[in-house]
Nanobody, 125 residues
Framework: QVQVVESGGGLVQAGGSLRLSCTASGLAFEDYAMGWFRQAPGKEREVVSCINWGSSRTYYANSVQGRFTISRDNAKNTVYLQMNNLKPEDTAIYYC??????????????????WGQGTQVTVSS
């Protein structure tokens, strides 16, 4: 059974940084694209960033381009999201997820099958 666990959220002032981590077990981690999504209160879930299995392809939402960096360490079954220059509008629950299919790069939430429980990120102004 696949388990996805996020960590690293917290409270930070605007302009600060956080690094989220996501560990996935119970699967061939190195064969799957991974994604970070977020959901703010009263808003729909949105994609933040995705990375393919070999780290050769990444995607960033326009709202985080240039501030966030996604990376992964297949030896540790872990994907990271480095968030710099955080803004109050980045406040949300951040979720990590695994793509449903091996060797398929996707950014659509419906194409991700295993999700973590989420980690809260709060940015104060």
């Amino acid at each position: 059974q696949v388990q996805v666990v996020e960590s690293g959220g917290g409270l930070v002032q605007a302009g600060g940084s956080l690094r989220l981590s996501c560990t996935a077990s119970g699967l061939a981690f190195e064969d799957y694209a991974m994604g970070w999504f977020r959901q703010a209160p009263g808003k729909e879930r949105e994609v933040v960033s995705c990375i393919n299995w070999g780290s050769s392809r990444t995607y960033y939402a326009n709202s985080v381009q240039g501030r966030f960096t996604i990376s992964r360490d297949n030896a540790k079954n872990t994907v990271y999201l480095q968030m710099n220059n955080l803004k109050p509008e980045d406040t949300a629950i951040y979720y990590c997820a695994r793509a449903r299919w091996r060797l398929v790069f996707t950014t659509a939430a419906e194409n991700f099958g295993d999700w973590g429980q989420g980690t809260q990120v709060t940015v104060s102004s």
